[in-house]
T-cell receptor, first 118, second 112 residues
Framework: GAVVSQHPSWVICKSGTSVKIECRSL??????MFWYRQFPKQSLMLMAT?????????EQGVEKDKFLINHASLTLSTLTVTSAHPEDSSFYIC??????????????FGSGTRLTVV | QQQVKQSPQSLIVQKGGISIINCAYE??????FPWYQQFPGKGPALLIA?????SEKKEGRFTISFNKSAKQFSLHIMDSQPGDSATYFC???????????FGSGTKLNVKP
């Protein structure tokens, strides 16, 4: 089945630095990718939708200059948290869509990245 | 405004019992309703999904019941096992190539 690899699985960074998270579709080409954020014991909140070759669409309240999303190829999307602060500490999860799959519209989630900003 | 409301927040079930999680939605444009299972530190994994043209779907021990008129759907886990202990999320989406709206999650604990 479709596999989405997310890297790193966890990262600790100092306040004020930037962190890049990668999301790769391993065995399919992902025309659309989604980035979610999940706080402890809470649900997944969609941050943005990215389509290969075009700008990401951000959800209301998400700072696009702080959370930079790049989907330059059909197998890779990156989320860069710029000038990270402790309140950015969260679990970030990507989801990619395999357009050839029938099940679940082809959406597969990555294993997530735990970001801790100190 | 939360598009999908989920209850209960947590659930404790004895091994062999039935776990029932409920979700409700408002937007009648939703046409796809998946359930996800998430273990700590991992991303969600699809468990089972249903479309509004059927009232029930069963896959092994997992069953979705769907009530279109009431705009509600539920997940039933039969013969619950300790390995089922996880957080479950319902979700809804509309159309193709579109995003999912997640419920708030239910933490299930199946006691041996």
């Amino acid at each position: 089945g479709a596999v989405v690899s997310q890297h790193p699985s966890w990262v600790i960074c100092k306040s004020g630095t930037s962190v890049k998270i990668e999301c790769r579709s391993l065995d399919f080409q992902a025309t659309t990718m989604f980035w979610y954020r999940q706080f402890p014991k809470q649900s997944l909140m969609l941050m943005a939708t990215s389509n290969e070759g075009s700008k990401a669409t951000y959800e209301q309240g998400v700072e696009k200059d702080k959370f930079l999303i790049n989907h330059a190829s059909l197998t890779l999307s990156t989320l860069t948290v710029t000038s990270a602060h402790p309140e950015d500490s969260s679990f970030y999860i990507c989801s990619a869509r395999d357009p050839t799959a029938l099940l679940n519209y082809g959406y597969t989630f990555g294993s997530g990245t735990r970001l801790t900003v100190v | 405004q939360q598009q999908v409301k989920q209850s209960p927040q947590s659930l404790i079930v004895q091994k062999g019992g039935i776990s029932i999680i409920n979700c409700a939605y408002e937007n009648t444009a939703f046409d796809y309703f998946p359930w996800y299972q998430q273990f700590p530190g991992k991303g969600p994994a699809l468990l089972i999904a249903i479309r509004p043209d059927v009232s029930e779907k069963k896959e092994g021990r997992f069953t979705i019941s769907f009530n279109k008129s009431a705009k509600q759907f539920s997940l039933h886990i039969m013969d619950s096992q300790p390995g089922d202990s996880a957080t479950y999320f319902c979700a809804a989406s509309m159309g193709n190539f579109n995003k999912f709206y997640f419920g708030s999650g239910t933490k299930l604990n199946v006691k041996p």
